[in-house]
């Protein structure tokens, strides 16, 4: 659910502070950096000039590709 809060919030590709955010969503810091962090390090999302600042990337990315990027994979290993 942490990371549908935080993404309905970017959804406008505006620029966001993550405290904002925070506050928005009376969550703690940490949790709404863990968020950011990880559509960042999944290619969703993107940091601003300044550490505290985060959009989603312009395009096409949805939020079940971030639901996708948690769940282990179920494909079989050869």
Do not use: T
């Not at 009376?26 to 300044?50: H, Q, T, V």
């Not at 600042?53 to 990027?69: C, M, P, S, T, Y």
């Amino acid at each position: 659910m942490l990371l549908w809060y935080v993404w309905i919030r970017l959804v406008d590709g505006a620029w966001h502070r993550l405290d904002e955010i925070s506050k928005q969503l009376r969550l703690p810091s940490n949790a709404i950096e863990w968020a950011a962090k990880f559509l960042c390090d999944k290619g969703m999302a993107e940091r601003g000039f300044e550490e505290d600042e985060i959009r989603l990337h312009q395009g096409n990315a949805k939020f079940e590709d971030a639901v996708k990027a948690l769940s282990p994979s179920s494909k079989p290993s050869k």
